[in-house]
């Protein structure tokens, strides 16, 4: 195959690909040269941090699959890929520790107030008791939004400090997850208000969606304590900037970011941002996941996902319908030959019946054996449709299930 890399990874991971026969090329994005022209013929797409827009999936003739080096995947038009019929695959949790371990290096920034007593000593300047007013962090309590491996990192690392750690019940969690959650002591709220109350720590570790957008509104701020920290290691559309800076005069709410709304396209540039710039603010240059254990980790994870994908077997996708499709499904027992599952598929198309999805199975044993083939169809066959199936010459029985 041939395996674009929009963004680098480490060479023995590469080698690691090519060793397998594919051939990979690492592009050269830059605004006079888009990714759309650089992908036409590539089966595999890798990107970190650069975005893939619709235009660049549907000018690839070959591209099959996207894979997001990390974990969120707002960067990719995943609706311009499901309608290409592109997978679109992430690495998450692999950089949790990493995130969490800045986050809680922003915390500590921000009560010990480091980068400016930092910048006085740059200057010669010693100022004991004007940095000697930090609250400390034994028994405040931190309130995280998003409780995914990287939300559990912090809760992990913000336990050790003796922080109570809070978050929002979901009742979809499974058990494995409540174990930990359980074991980490985290203390679980039914609605935000009750979340937020007398928090010292708001910590977000949201993806971005629809529904994340802007999350940290007024209406968010108002719920929030007088002086309380805010830390963003996630994505910086969780936060309506222009209601956070009014928040940061009127309720001297002191902030750590590593992300922001808008950043700036290039690994290097000139940036004014009033936002990242103002005193109440500590920020970092959206590092959260950079950091060689890291990026080691999600290149191993990409690599995984690649090999996986050449014999057959997709991991960790992201656009993939996860709900039951079909309105029944049928089960279709048939000899192991050449044309049965096309005289299968003939005989629905003919009937009008779109197949959804499909797994075909073959026994084990000495050639010829049979096979099984699941489909869930668009609609209930008709009788007549069931016996045309059961007339084929390679079909040895037929079932069905109606879905309730």
């Not at 690599?303 to 014999?311: F, L, N, P, S, W």
Request: glycine fraction near 8%; proline fraction near 3%; aromatic fraction near 2%.
């Amino acid at each position: 195959m041939h395996i674009a890399l929009a963004d680098e990874i480490d060479a023995p991971f590469i080698e690691s690909l090519e060793n397998d026969g594919h051939h990979c090329q690492t592009l050269h994005v830059s605004p006079t040269q888009g990714l759309d022209q650089l992908i036409d013929d590539a089966d595999v797409l890798v990107v970190r941090s650069t975005s893939v827009t619709r235009l660049a999936i549907e000018a690839s003739t070959r591209l099959g699959l996207i894979v997001r080096a990390g974990a969120g995947t707002d960067t990719i038009d995943t609706q311009a890929a499901s309608e290409n019929g592109v997978y679109v695959c992430n690495v998450p949790g692999q950089n949790a520790a990493a995130v969490a371990e800045l986050t809680i290096g922003l915390l500590l920034a921000v009560d010990r107030n480091i980068p400016a007593s930092t910048a006085d000593l740059h200057k010669g300047r010693w100022a004991k008791a004007e940095y000697s007013t930090a609250r400390g962090l034994k028994g405040r309590t931190m309130a995280i939004l998003g409780l995914g491996e990287i939300g559990l990192a912090v809760a992990e690392r913000a336990a050790a400090f003796g922080i109570k750690v809070r978050a929002l019940n979901r009742p979809e969690r499974e058990s494995g997850l409540l174990d930990r959650i359980d074991h980490l002591n985290i203390e679980l709220f039914d609605d935000l208000q009750q979340l937020l109350d007398d928090a010292d720590v708001i910590s977000l570790h949201l993806p971005l969606t629809d529904r994340t957008r802007n999350i940290v509104n007024d209406q968010f701020l108002h719920l929030v304590s007088h002086g309380a920290i805010l830390l963003n290691t996630a994505r910086g559309g969780l936060i309506d900037e222009v209601a956070l800076l009014k928040a940061m005069e009127t309720k001297a709410l002191r902030v750590g970011l590593d992300v922001y709304e808008e950043e700036p396209s290039t690994p290097a540039a000139d940036w004014d941002s009033s936002f990242a710039e103002h005193p109440n603010v500590v920020g970092t240059h959206h590092i959260g996941g950079s950091t060689q254990q890291a990026r080691e980790a999600v290149a191993s994870g990409v690599v995984r996902i690649i090999k996986a994908y050449a014999e057959g077997r997709i991991l960790n996708c992201v656009n993939l319908a996860d709900r039951p499709l079909g309105a029944c499904t049928l089960t279709v027992r048939h000899r192991d030959e050449v044309g049965a599952l096309a005289a299968v598929l003939a005989c629905l198309r003919g009937a009008g019946i779109n197949v959804q999805q499909m797994q075909n199975e073959i026994f084990a044993g000495v050639s010829p054996t049979a096979a099984v083939a699941t489909i869930r169809a668009s609609r209930p066959p008709t009788a007549q449709t069931i016996a045309d199936l059961r007339q084929l010459e390679s079909v040895l029985r037929v079932e069905i299930a109606e879905r309730a």
